[in-house]
């Protein structure tokens, strides 16, 4: 701890940020690191706790607390403030494969964690961890680490998400000659698709995507397992496969109107966009001076937002169910569980600054959308709800009478979640799907199928990516052990 005030002496500040209307001009990441001496200050804002819960990484009551793969974020923030980047990036490199990843679109429950956080604002964790990682690459410290010596055995990893790509580099580093296979046409999974390019500038994907096959993974496009492979040819060739898919599935609505011409699922609208960008293509699907209504309160609706208004969207509002979330930490919400609290996260910065008022409603349910006849879409109704809590504890919601509205739409994108794994996938692996469904494991992240293990959202559920990089990890440990253990009974 080199500065023991220095969370006293120092305000937060976090990373620059572009006003949001200059953003909105294109699809560039609106977000850059502070100068070196600021950055100085903001590590010397840690207190270099007793206990870190910072990086403990458990979950409370089902929400994250810390961060989950036990990033030594006192060590690196100190160094951080001593000016030694170099050291920094070693210490963050010890526990994170992708910092330039969670550095720009992790929500940082580490900071809500933070002890500084009980009463004053957190240290700057994310915006310290980009900063480390960005100047690696800026100043040559990250090059291509070569294994020294390879095992013969070869492992194959489906999915090229985080997960899938934070298993293929442990593996490979331990020596095992890794194949990831990917049906896209580029590798990242949600990272190049999923994820925008103002959060997330494909480049940066791509960067970390070439230096792992420089390091010897390799990378197969475009190839879709159960069509292009078999699992019959997976096993004749490797030795174990991960099956790292994600969540993909979809929720839709069941409801009066909702195959209507412009409900469009929120993913499909945002890979589109992100697809015709990267490809130098007019983009699917176009909301300029059209009205645009999310249904879905996350950060997946969220950017859907953020979409539209870059296309140039004549209004745009986004659908929750629930209140909205209190500004402080609630009572059922302790330290240092990440707390729930209301945020105006960029893409509603932007919109409040285009039209002047936060985008989101809350507590309003759709009763029916409307087509004209030509089976396009025209309007959305909607009543206002009551959340009610019985005194048995029991939450339910009632509608408003009198608050009935009608809204002109040309867009509806539903963003209300994910219903688990595609299916095909698993049957073709005979894996095993639970009524969540999601993939069967057992504690060493094996699936019923000999030698098939599966990891990340296909396994836990739509989550963080710094869950899915620690799943990745945990993964790849358990199938190095297997390994191992393979050899052991092969010498014998």
């Given amino acids: 701890m080199g500065k023991a005030t220095g969370f006293m002496d120092f305000k937060r500040q976090k990373g620059k940020e572009q006003p949001p209307l200059q953003r909105l001009k294109d699809f560039g990441e609106y977000t850059s690191r502070l100068e070196d001496e600021e ?219 909702s195959d209507a011409q412009g409900v469009i699922p929120a993913m499909d609208y945002l890979n589109g966009t992100t697809q015709s960008l990267l490809d130098g293509v007019t983009a699917p699907i176009n909301t300029k001076n059209k009205h645009i209504i999310v249904i879905g309160g996350g950060d997946t609706g969220a950017d859907c937002v953020a979409t539209a208004l870059r296309q140039g969207a004549k209004s745009v509002h986004q659908f929750g169910k629930h209140p909205a979330l209190p500004k402080k930490r609630a009572a059922d919400q302790p330290w240092p569980a990440d707390p729930q609290v209301y945020k105006l996260d960029y893409a509603y910065e932007e919109a409040a600054a285009k039209f002047g008022s936060d985008p989101r409603e809350y507590c309003i349910q759709t009763t029916k959308i409307v087509a004209s006849s030509n089976g396009k879409l025209k309007e959305l109704h909607t009543i206002q709800m009551d959340k009610i809590t019985n005194d048995e504890g029991y939450i339910y919601f009632e509608e408003v009478p009198g608050t009935e509205k009608v809204w002109p739409v040309d867009f509806v994108f539903v963003a209300i979640g994910f219903d688990g794994v595609e299916q095909s996938i698993g049957e073709h692996f005979g894996v095993k799907v639970l009524n969540n469904r999601l993939y069967a494991t057992m504690k060493n992240y094996e699936t019923n199928t000999a030698g098939v293990f599966a990891a990340g959202d296909a396994r836990r559920g739509q989550s963080l990516i710094v869950w899915a990089i620690r799943e990745g990890r945990e993964v790849a440990a358990q199938v190095h052990g297997f390994l191992e253990e393979k050899n052991i009974k092969a010498l014998a």
């Fill in 39 to 257: 950055l100085s200050k903001q590590g010397a804002r840690c207190m270099d706790c007793g206990t870190p819960f910072c990086h403990m990484g458990i979950e409370i009551r089902g929400m994250a607390a810390g961060c989950p793969i036990q990033n030594v974020i006192p060590e690196w923030n100190d160094l951080v403030y001593k000016g030694q980047w170099k050291e920094a990036l070693q210490r963050l490199q010890m526990t994170n494969n992708f910092p330039e990843f969670t550095g720009r679109v992790c929500p940082a429950p580490c900071e809500g964690s933070c002890t500084l956080a009980i009463s004053d604002p957190a240290v700057a964790i994310k915006s310290i961890e980009r900063s480390i990682i960005d100047k690696g690459f800026e100043n040559g410290w990250i090059t291509a680490r070569i294994p020294k010596t390879r095992s013969n055995y070869r492992v194959a990893v489906v999915g090229s998400g985080p997960a899938g790509l934070a298993a293929a580099d442990q593996l490979n580093q331990q020596g095992h000659r890794v194949t990831v296979l990917e049906r896209a046409d580029r590798a990242g999974g949600l990272l190049m698709y999923g994820i925008p390019n103002m959060k997330l500038d494909k480049y940066i994907v791509k960067r970390r995507v070439d230096l792992l096959a420089e390091e010897g993974i390799t990378f197969l496009l475009n190839t879709e397992v159960g069509k292009d492979i078999t699992h019959a040819q997976l096993k004749e060739t490797y030795d174990a496969i991960i099956l790292c898919v994600g969540s993909t599935v979809q929720r839709v609505l069941h409801m009066e109107g």
